[in-house]
C-alpha cells in the first residue's frame, strides 16, 4: 500500500511537516508494510520557507531586519537547493503573530522588513525570488517595503512619510525613480492563494483588515486611504494594478510586488512543483491531507483542495483530517472520501492546540484502521 501524506500546517500548534510525521507514525502502528511519503505543504503563508528548503535541502541565512512593530527582529530568508533562488517569508518577518492581540492595529504595522530581506540578500548576489505573502500583520500596501527598495513617498511639508499605515493618508507625492536599480533585474514571483482586489468590499482591508485589529471605523479609512494611495500611484507610473486578482494579499503588498514586475503564482503550485507531490500522488493508493481549520473557504486556493484535486484527477481516493471542521465543510465532499476533524469531543481551542499531536495521532490511527479493514 503507497500513502502520500501531504498536509499543510495547523497553524500555532504543529508545522506541516509535524503534522505529515505523526499522521505516518499512526498509519504504521496499525500498517507496518505501508510505503508512506510524507510532502510536508504550505500555501504562500507560514511554513512556506521551511517547506521549500525542506524539499530541495536549501540553506537558511539570518538576518536582521524591521519587524511589523518598526523593531528589530531576528529572522531568515532560504535559498533553494535546486536553484539560485531565494525564499522570502512574510509571515516570518511581518507576520501576525509576532504582534500581541491585545495591541493589534494595522494602523501601526509596516512591511519594511520585507524590503531589507530583499535588498539583503540582492547584495549577497541573488536576483531570483519567491516571495510568501500569507500570515502577515500589515495593511500598508506594500508602502513599507516600497520604501526599504528606495522609492520615496513624501507629505506636504516635502519630508518622507513613516512606514506604517497611518501614513497612507499623508502622501501627497511619490517618486519611483529612486527604486533601487538592482531590484529592476530581480525576478519576482508571489507565493499566494489570496485573489482579492486591493480596494472594495472584498479588498485587503475589508476582508482581512478585522483579523488584523482593525475597528470597523479603521476599515473604512484604511480603504479609502489605501484608494488614495493606490491612484496616486497609478496616475504616477500610468499602469493599473490595484483590481488586479492578488493585489490585497498581505494588506496590500501583492499591490505592491506588482508595481515592480511580479508575478502572482498559487502558492500551493509553487510547493507542488518543489516537491513534485503531484507525481507522488498519481502513483499512490491513498493520498492523505489537512490544515488547521477547514471550511468551504478551503476550496478557494487552499492547500488540501489542490491534493484532493490532484488525487481526483488520478481516481485516488483523498482523505482530510484537520484541526477542525467548519461551516460549509459538507462542500469538501466532492473532493474527499471523509472529513475529519482531530477533536474527540468538546474542547475548548486553547486544549485543541496543546494536544494537537496526540490527537492527531489517535484520529489518523482510528483511519488507518478503517483503511485496514476494508483491504
Not at 200 to 228: C, I, M, N, R, Y
Not at 345 to 362: Q, R, V, W
Request: aromatic letters at 6%.
Amino acid at each position: 500500500m503507497k500513502i502520500v501524506i501531504a498536509p499543510d500546517s495547523y497553524k500555532g500548534s504543529l508545522t506541516s511537516l509535524e503534522v505529515g510525521t505523526t499522521m505516518k507514525e499512526a498509519f504504521l502502528k496499525e500498517v507496518p508494510g505501508a510505503t508512506i511519503d510524507v510532502v510536508p505543504m504550505a500555501d504562500g503563508g507560514e511554513g512556506t520557507l521551511d517547506t521549500l528548503l525542506f524539499a530541495t535541502n536549501g540553506k537558511r541565512f539570518h538576518v536582521e531586519v524591521t519587524g511589523p512593530l518598526g523593531e528589530p527582529v531576528e529572522t531568515a530568508y532560504g535559498v533553494l537547493g535546486t536553484s539560485n533562488t531565494v525564499v522570502i517569508e512574510t509571515a516570518n518577518i511581518a507576520g501576525l503573530p509576532m504582534v500581541p492581540s491585545e495591541i493589534r492595529n494595522p494602523m501601526n504595522t509596516t512591511s519594511y522588513g520585507v524590503g531589507e530581506a530583499i535588498i539583503e540578500a540582492v547584495k549577497s548576489g541573488h536576483r531570483d525570488f519567491i516571495i510568501g505573502l500569507g500570515g502577515s500583520a500589515t495593511n500598508d500596501g506594500g508602502l513599507g517595503m516600497l520604501q526599504a527598495l528606495g522609492v520615496k513617498f513624501v507629505d506636504e511639508n516635502e519630508g518622507e512619510v513613516s512606514p506604517f499605515a497611518s501614513s497612507l493618508s499623508s502622501i501627497k507625492k511619490v517618486d519611483f525613480s529612486a527604486l533601487n536599480p538592482i531590484v529592476k533585474d530581480c525576478k519576482f514571483r508571489i507565493a499566494s492563494d489570496v485573489n482579492n482586489p486591493l480596494c472594495g468590499e472584498q479588498g485587503a482591508t475589508a476582508v482581512f483588515g478585522p483579523q488584523k485589529g482593525a475597528t470597523s471605523k479603521q476599515v473604512k479609512e484604511l480603504d479609502f486611504t489605501l484608494k488614495q494611495y493606490a491612484q496616486l500611484i497609478e496616475e504616477t507610473l500610468g499602469i493599473e494594478h490595484q483590481s488586479t486578482p492578488g493585489a490585497g494579499a498581505a494588506g496590500g503588498l501583492g499591490f505592491a510586488f506588482l508595481l515592480i514586475g511580479a508575478e502572482i503564482i498559487s502558492g500551493s503550485e509553487i510547493i507542488a512543483e518543489a516537491t513534485n507531490v503531484v507525481e507522488k500522488i498519481r502513483h499512490a493508493n491513498w493520498v492523505i491531507t489537512g490544515e488547521g481549520q477547514s471550511d468551504y473557504q478551503t476550496l478557494y486556493g487552499k492547500v488540501p483542495a489542490f491534493i484532493a484535486k490532484a488525487g481526483k484527477r488520478y481516481n485516488v481516493p483523498t482523505i482530510l483530517i484537520s484541526g477542525g471542521l467548519g461551516d460549509g465543510y459538507e462542500k469538501l465532499y466532492d473532493y474527499f472520501v471523509s472529513c475529519h476533524s482531530i477533536t474527540a469531543g468538546p474542547i475548548s481551542l486553547e486544549a485543541c492546540i496543546k494536544n494537537a499531536e496526540i490527537l492527531l495521532f489517535n484520529q489518523t490511527r482510528n483511519i488507518a484502521r478503517l483503511i485496514k479493514a476494508t483491504k
